[in-house]
């Protein structure tokens, strides 16, 4: 069974307003969440993360929540920019888990110009 | 060089070839990991090595075979593949004790023909 879910195939959004990304994830001892971003022919990179004692973590027009009741994070990158569009993964792991991360099935992020 | 790298980038082969994906990583990390992208599933985790040790194999088939020699490198010798084998193949790897994520290779795109 999938422990991490991105419900959201694709997100197209206008150059400047504000892209949100939604993560779901089932097991309550994950303790780490992470995003990458993917461009075509390139491996993930790292974007953002957050550890479970934080509610937010914010880096330049990236953003991420955590709601640990609701297992649920979500991305926002505001304004967004043409070079956004990418596909972004969102990843949980650590606590039991240790080192090994549970990848969804990403999201793919179109910013319109 | 730095980071992950992996080769080739692209490989085609037949049911009956053997080949070899190999990676490589320049960034002093002790643990290693092969993941499998398929077009709108998951990353899924196929195996994880620590110190050269494998930790992990995600019920993958047998026609899958990793070898790590070293902490730096890791190899996924094919043979007898099918069809549906054919996927992005991503390396990444880590830090043990560090939580924050994977460095990931730019992967190998695998036809199977």
């Known amino acids: 069974d999938q422990q991490v879910k991105q419900n959201s195939p694709s997100l197209s959004v206008q150059e400047g307003r504000i892209s949100i990304l939604n993560c779901d994830y089932t097991n309550s001892m994950f303790d780490y969440f992470l995003w990458y971003k993917k461009y075509p022919a390139e491996g993930p990179t790292f974007l953002i993360s957050i550890s479970s004692i934080k509610d937010k973590n914010e880096d330049g027009r990236f953003t991420v929540f955590l709601n640990k009741s609701a297992k649920h994070l979500s991305l926002h990158i505001v304004p967004s920019q043409p070079g956004d569009s990418a596909v972004y993964f969102c990843?949980?792991?650590?606590?039991?888990?240790?080192?090994?991360?549970?990848f969804g099935t990403g999201t793919s992020l179109t910013v319109i110009p | 060089e730095t980071g992950v790298t992996q080769t080739p980038r692209h490989l085609v082969m037949g049911m009956t070839n053997k080949k070899s994906l190999k990676c490589e990583q320049h960034?002093?990390?002790?643990?290693m990991y092969w993941y499998k992208q398929s077009a709108k599933k998951p990353l899924e985790l196929m195996f994880v090595y620590n110190f050269k040790e494998q930790t992990e194999n995600n019920s993958v088939p047998s026609r899958f075979s990793p070898e790590c020699p070293n902490s730096s490198h890791l190899f996924l010798h094919l043979h007898t593949l099918q069809p549906e084998d054919s996927a992005l193949y991503l390396c990444a790897s880590s830090q043990e004790g560090q939580i924050y994520g994977y460095t990931f290779g730019s992967g190998t795109r695998l036809t199977v023909v």
């Open positions: 990843a949980a792991g650590g606590g039991l888990t240790g080192n090994q991360f549970y």
């Open positions: 960034l002093g990390h002790n643990a």
